[in-house]
């Protein structure tokens, strides 16, 4: 349910940014209490560039 925070999965960010949209701080927000409660259960978190910006960038 793409209603649900904890079923979003991917969270991104603005060019230039590091930081959140309220959207994707509910995500992580959610995630980590998930977390929090199920102290037994693992993540693993992963980050990727894109390709914008000049190369010197």
Same mark, same amino acid.
């Given at each position: 349910?793409?209603?649900?925070?904890?079923?979003?999965?991917?969270?991104?960010?603005?060019?230039?940014?590091?930081?959140?949209? +309220?959207?994707?701080?509910? &995500?992580? %927000?959610? $995630? =980590?209490?998930?977390?929090?409660?199920? +102290?037994?259960?693992?993540? &693993?978190? %992963?980050? $990727? =560039?894109?390709?914008?910006?000049?190369?010197?960038?």
């Amino acid at each position: 349910d793409m209603d649900d925070p904890l079923g979003r999965r991917v969270v991104y960010f603005d060019f230039d940014s590091s930081n959140l949209t +309220p959207e994707a701080q509910r &995500v992580v %927000e959610a $995630h =980590a209490q998930y977390l929090f409660n199920n +102290p037994g259960m693992a993540v &693993v978190l %992963e980050g $990727h =560039a894109d390709e914008r910006g000049t190369r010197e960038y």
